[in-house]
Every structure is written in C-alpha cells, then in structure tokens.
C-alpha cells in the first residue's frame, strides 16, 4: 500500500463527537432521527437543531448517506450513513462499502479536508469487528488512491479492542 495514502489514515481510541474536523460521520438509523450508541450520542452533542434538519431531509436507504449541518459539535459537518444489520449474506459486505464510499464521496463533493468514522454497523447492528475494519479501511484507501479534497481519515473506536482490531489490521498493511 501507498506509504502516503496510509499516512492519510488515522486510528484513535474516544468520542468521535469531540473530534475537531470537517464532518464526522454517524452511524445512523434510516429514520434518521436519533437512536441509540453513537447516533444518539452525535445527535445529543449536536442539539436539537439537528434533529431539525434530519426530519427535513425524510429518512435514508441503507448504504446511503446524507450530510448536515453540525451545530454544537466541534465539527462543522455530520454525514449520516445507515449500515446494514449483519445477517451473514453477501450484500451485507455491498452495503457496507457503499455505505463508507458514499460518505468519502460526500466529504469529497463538499471539499472536505478531514473525516472521522465511528464503527459502521458493529454495535446493535452486529457486524463482526474484524470484517468491518478490513472493508472500512480497504475501501478508504483505494477512495484516497483515486484523488480527493481529503487530506485526513480517522477511525475512531470507541473500545480498546476495537481499536486494536483497527490497528493490527493497518500495521498488515
């Protein structure tokens, strides 16, 4: 792998809604309304405003995502991106890439720098953690391969061993 591309990958252990960067992204339900794990902690750091902007923008299919604004958050975006519920089938993995390249895409078409990911689809949704991280980043790199605004993405975890999961999966890399 390219050193420069994986010098644009970062890997961090915290709460990715105290990240300063362009937009971080949210793992949301196709409601987009709020819910539990980092969706509801994104839209309770953001305010009530948010709330206000997603019921404006009626909800997203899996794999898509949807920007907005990010109000009281250190960040000045959210792209909320809805990650399929694990089921062992094979567009689980389709739907997961799509759901991690339409949001770089979204970053990318607002000329975004910088971008923080939390787990997509490893919480309530199920998704096994050593899967996830290896479509995650695999499809980041070949993303930045191509040339985009982004200069910076980080996968930030919100457990040490989903951290570990991350970086043992880069440093292979």
């Known amino acids: ?17 105290k990240l300063e960067v362009d ?14 794990g980092v969706d509801g902690a994104i839209h309770r750091a953001a305010g009530p405003e948010l709330l206000t902007e997603c019921r404006s923008i009626g909800g997203c299919p899996t ?22 519920v694990y089921s062992g089938r094979p567009q689980d993995s389709r739907l ?4 991690y390249l339409n949001s770089l895409r979204l ?6 720098t910088s971008v923080a990911f939390p787990a997509i689809s490893c919480g309530v949704y199920g998704y096994p953690i050593d899967e996830a991280c290896k479509i995650a980043i ?9 040339g985009s605004s982004l200069k910076k993405v980080i996968f930030i975890l919100f457990s040490s061993e989903n951290y570990n999961t991350y970086m043992d999966y880069l440093k292979s890399m």
Not at 67 to 82: E, K
Not at 138 to 146: E, H, P, Q
């Open 96 to 99: 997961l890439t799509q759901c």
């Open 63 to 84: 794999g898509e995502a949807r920007i907005t604004r990010g109000y009281n958050l250190p960040a000045r975006y959210v792209i909320h991106t809805v990650g399929p």
């Open 107 to 112: 970053a990318s078409d607002h000329n975004l």
């Open 1 to 17: 792998m390219d050193k420069k591309i994986l010098e644009s990958i970062e890997i961090r252990q915290g709460d990715i809604t």
């Open 23 to 36: 937009a971080i992204v949210n793992a949301a339900n196709k409601s987009l309304l709020g819910g539990g």
């Open 138 to 146: 695999d499809t980041t790199c070949n993303f930045l391969k191509a």
